[in-house]
């Protein structure tokens, strides 16, 4: 008991998704005599579920984060794993497998409301007693009222899109994880990258007059609008980019490893689909983006700033169109300010 009191310690002790699963799998792992337990992310994309590990412990080793080699990679496809498929399918909370070689899986989806993306998976060399599977459940209802409270600390309350307290750490983390990529390729911060190169993108999104929606219709409709906004953008971009209220009517985007030209259909199709939606009572809104590729070489200070900057350049010139910076800067539209300040715009 006083191992089970000190892993639930552990587990509440965090503010943090990716501590929180390191923590709940080294108590699943011990508590529950595992011969490995796993942190799985249930990712939905176009209608497809798919099946990604993103922590995992085995008996006698410590607790891990999975990296995946390529951050576009979806995963596995869930029809790889039937005995979850059909839990997920049946909303049940448990399913189990014992396969030819006398390998016995729990699987454990994370429900939180209607909607599941995370599952605890379990290989284990002899069947549970009762007791260890009221353990277990106990475990996974704390992580999963603490998945639920992370979750709400990080979204905005209006539109349920991340808030710029979660911007800041991905950005960071963003920023850490490519410039440890860069180190592995000495000299790569003087080479010029080819224009096709993937790279790490952010655009700031900002909407068009909104003022004369709150003034002309009231702040009921411009919310609803913030709001529909949002699941356009939810709808528009890619599941393994990630889209954040900055507050008002200000939205930011990260996008993952792609070329400047898919970065700009991309950022291109979600302008249209705001301009060809119909919003209750308002009718047309558009908007305009300011975008910029990250480099673990500038701050996110300076980053953002340019993405500001390029975004000013597409209010005052029309608006309702999305602006490179880079391209910008070479086409002599706007002056690149070389400065070593992080406070170069503000
Ligand atoms: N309904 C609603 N309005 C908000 C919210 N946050 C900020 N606003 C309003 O958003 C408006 C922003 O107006 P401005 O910054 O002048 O910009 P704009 O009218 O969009 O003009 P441009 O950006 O130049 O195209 C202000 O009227 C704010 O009161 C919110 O949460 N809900």
């Known amino acids: 008991m006083d191992s089970l009191l000190k892993h639930m310690v552990d587990m509440t002790g965090h503010r943090d998704h990716t501590m929180l699963d390191i923590s709940v799998i080294s108590a699943v792992q011990e508590l529950a005599r595992a011969s490995q337990t796993r942190v799985l992310t249930i990712m939905h ?12 412990i085995c008996a006698g080793g410590v607790a891990r984060m999975e990296e995946p080699a390529d951050v576009n990679a979806l995963g596995e496809p869930i029809s790889s794993y039937p ?37 605890l998976e379990i290989l284990h060399p002899t069947p549970y007693t009762s007791d260890t599977i009221h353990v277990i459940g106990g475990i996974v209802s704390v992580y999963r009222n603490f998945q639920n409270l992370l979750d709400y600390s990080e979204r905005d309350s209006l539109t349920g899109l991340l808030n710029r307290k979660t911007f ?18 000495p000299g790569r911060e003087e080479r010029r990258q080819p224009s096709d190169a ?11 007059h909104f003022k004369l929606v709150n003034d002309k219709f009231g702040h009921l409709y411009g919310d609803e609008v913030l709001i529909l906004i949002a699941n356009l953008m939810q709808s528009s971009f ?18 993952r490893s ?10 291109d199709r979600f302008r249209t689909n705001v301009e060809s939606h119909d919003f209750p009572q308002v009718g047309q809104v558009t908007v305009s983006v300011g975008f910029v ?13 340019h993405a500001d ?5 597409a209010k005052s010139h029309g608006r309702n169109q999305a602006c490179h910076y880079d391209q910008l800067v070479s086409g002599g539209l706007l002056h690149a300010v070389a400065s070593n300040d992080t406070a170069e715009f503000f």
């Open 168 to 185: 800041d750490d991905q950005l960071a983390k963003m920023l850490h994880v490519t410039a440890e990529q860069e180190s592995l390729e």
């Open 258 to 267: 792609t070329t400047l030209d898919n970065a700009q259909k991309i950022i």
């Open 83 to 119: 005995a979850l498929a059909a839990c997920i399918a049946r909303n049940d909370t448990s399913a189990e497998s014992l396969s030819e070689d006398g390998k016995r899986t729990l699987w454990l989806p994370i429900w939180i409301g209607e909607k599941v993306d995370t599952c």
């Open 238 to 255: 890619r599941s393994q980019d990630r889209v954040f209220r900055f507050g008002g009517e200000e939205f930011v985007v990260l996008l």
């Open 198 to 208: 993937e790279k790490q993108w952010l655009a700031v999104v900002d909407v068009d």
């Open 309 to 313: 900057q390029a975004l000013y350049y």
């Open 293 to 305: 590729s990250i480099s673990p070489y500038e701050s996110p200070v300076i980053i953002l700033g």
């Open 45 to 56: 994309v176009r209608g497809q579920q798919y099946v990604r590990a993103r922590a995992s």
